[in-house]
């Protein structure tokens, strides 16, 4: 799956240490199927060289506002007609102040000013430029002109000084721009997902779990947050990297995962029940470590006790989210994910055959409602994530 296949961007360069982070910026770009035209400032020049992102892009780059290889000879129109978007990076203090001001003195910002598509813009100085009250004025500025900004990060700068003002890592500048060219049916929204297994502790070093990497609900928080909604991540343990921009909590047991959801649930407009959470607890966990050896006298008794039932507290509340629950069968899918939807009291459920997508990267998802059974066809878990968010964004009220 290619996220920016049939995309042209137009990356801007201005001058700044972080260009050599823009080259493996450029690889994951055109990775990712998109065609990227690269227009350098002269002062990124002294950084990296136009030959380096060239054969990088398969692409001519572009330097001279005067470049004759243009037919017309007018880069500054038409590189941007026709692109999706312009993103600059790194962008530096000066650069920045210019877009504010409208300056035109280069390629670059010529045709930044004429665009017809929009702008990104990727920050990157030294921490008291960025910190600077003219600095801050520029960036409130742009954004109240529409310009999209991506960082910037905090951390150690070339300078050898730590804050902000460093530019983003080129993989989270990368998720920011497919994020911004996807379709926002959830802008506004604040939706609420759980995901992952719970742990129920039997001793100090063992648990009761059930089989879950997690990897659905993390594709579904990805896509809410793609598809413009503040997205709120309830998770058990899992070995994945939070989504980026998901505020996250990480509980372990199932307990832990209702109180948290309850204290967010109030002001959720939706809440998607991905987690595999334990239908039962040990009710008489030890304290201590229950050694092998106990089993010469038949071995530890455990006692169950039910867990709470998160998604259908949810659903009962008054003026609660619109809930969106999940089955993962093994058997007789639709007779037991419709009955699961009305025992909940949810308007959708999604379910699969667990033995089918267990641990894989694609997935299979059957949609039950009111109506009846709707089938998605088969695709990797991000692909059928941002899918699964369209029909619900439909759905909504």
């Known amino acids: 799956m290619l996220d920016l296949a049939h995309k042209r961007i137009v990356l801007g360069m201005t001058g700044g240490v972080a260009c050599?982070?823009?080259a493996e910026l450029?690889?994951?770009?055109?990775?990712?199927?998109?065609v990227v035209d690269v227009v350098m400032t002269d002062a990124a020049t002294r950084f990296i060289s136009p030959v380096t992102m060239q054969a990088l892009s398969g692409r001519p780059v572009f330097v001279d506002a005067w470049d004759a290889r243009i037919d017309n000879n007018m880069p500054h129109i038409d590189l941007s007609r026709g692109a999706d978007a312009v993103?600059?990076?790194?962008?530096?203090?000066?650069?920045?102040?210019?877009l504010t001001h409208g300056l035109a003195g280069d390629l670059l910002s010529t045709l930044c000013l004429a665009r017809s598509c929009p702008l990104l813009v990727v920050p990157a100085m030294?921490?008291?430029?960025?910190a600077n009250p003219a600095t801050q004025r520029n960036v409130?500025?742009?954004?109240?002109?529409?310009?999209?900004?991506?960082?910037?990060?905090?951390?150690?700068q070339a300078c050898g000084e730590t804050g902000d003002g460093r530019m983003l890592e080129p993989l989270d500048i990368l998720a920011d721009l497919i994020a911004f060219l996807q379709p926002k049916p959830l802008q506004g929204k604040h939706v609420l997902i759980t995901a992952g297994p719970t742990a129920e502790p039997i001793d100090p070093v063992r648990v009761l779990s059930n089989r879950s990497s997690g990897k659905t609900g993390y594709a579904i928080a990805r896509a809410a947050r793609e598809a413009g909604a503040r997205v709120t991540l309830v998770t058990g343990p899992t070995a994945l990297p939070v989504p980026r921009g998901v505020q996250c909590s990480k509980v372990q047991t199932a307990v832990q995962m209702r109180d948290a959801v309850m204290a967010q649930v109030r002001d959720a407009d939706v809440f998607i029940g991905v987690a595999a959470v334990a239908d039962w607890r040990v009710k008489n966990s030890s304290a201590q470590k229950l050694k092998k050896n106990a089993l010469a006298d038949g071995g530890p008794v455990l006692e169950f006790e039910p867990n709470p039932d998160i998604l259908a507290e949810v659903a009962a509340l008054p003026n609660g989210p619109w809930c969106v629950g999940f089955a993962a069968e093994t058997e007789k899918l639709a007779e037991h994910a419709q009955a699961k939807r009305l025992r909940k009291g949810v308007p959708l459920l999604v379910g699969n055959l667990a033995q089918h997508v267990m641990d894989g990267d694609t997935t299979e998802l059957v949609l039950?409602?009111?109506?009846?059974m709707h089938p998605l066809p088969a695709a990797p878990k991000l692909a059928a994530a941002r899918q699964l968010v369209a029909?619900?964004?439909?759905r909504l009220p």
């Open 20 to 22: 050599y982070k823009v």
């Open 26 to 34: 450029l690889r994951r770009l055109t990775e990712q199927g998109a």
């Open 87 to 98: 993103l600059v990076a790194p962008a530096s203090a000066d650069f920045m102040a210019k």
């Open 126 to 130: 030294n921490r008291e430029m960025w």
């Open 140 to 156: 409130a500025q742009l954004r109240l002109d529409g310009v999209e900004i991506l960082g910037p990060a905090t951390g150690d």
């Open 368 to 372: 039950f409602d009111a109506a009846g």
């Open 391 to 394: 029909e619900i964004a439909r």
